[in-house]
């Protein structure tokens, strides 16, 4: 770890994480045709798909962390380049379902097989993604993710 990094905060070593992952994907599913976005968008789909599920924008923005307007802006960009079908709920008139088409499930796959190299990459360091330290970092990377934030802290409390 560099020495600016040892005494970065959590929140900043989160950050730029991210910001690596995020670029990094961007790079590798470019050639495709992709962007980090749509990529978590399509292997998301891609994965609910394999569990049986047709999910709604709605719930496949929720699953995804992205905001469902921007789920929907994707999912039509993605309609169009003909790798994903948005359809009606027949129980929920308002509500768009999403599937992979076959091209969208055969761009999928080569963008898997991609960003699974990108990750042996980024956890060699802790061992490999299938060693003990990367399924505790996963575990412990849940842990977060599944904790409440709330925006407002007790500073901003006492100054109301």
Do not use: C
């Not at 948005?86 to 076959?102: G, K, Q, Y």
Request: aromatic share 4%; glycine share 6%; hydrophobic share 40%.
């Amino acid at each position: 770890m560099s020495s600016a990094n040892e005494s970065a905060t959590a929140g900043f070593l989160v950050w730029r994480l991210s910001m690596k992952w995020r670029v990094a994907v961007d790079r590798a599913v470019a050639p495709l045709g992709l962007t980090h976005a749509q990529y978590s968008l399509m292997g998301s789909l891609y994965g609910m798909a394999r569990s049986g599920l047709e999910p709604s924008q709605r719930q496949l923005a929720d699953h995804t962390g992205l905001e469902a307007l921007y789920v929907s802006k994707l999912a039509r960009a993605l309609e169009a380049a003909g790798l994903v079908a948005r359809t009606r709920d027949p129980d929920d008139p308002r509500a768009m379902r999403l599937s992979l088409t076959e091209q969208g499930r055969d761009v999928t796959r080569r963008a898997i097989t991609v960003v699974q190299g990108l990750l042996d990459q980024m956890l060699e360091p802790l061992g490999g993604q299938h060693s003990p330290r990367a399924r505790q970092f996963t575990h412990e990377l849940a842990a977060l993710l599944d904790a409440p934030l709330d925006p407002r802290t007790d500073n901003d409390e006492e100054q109301s």
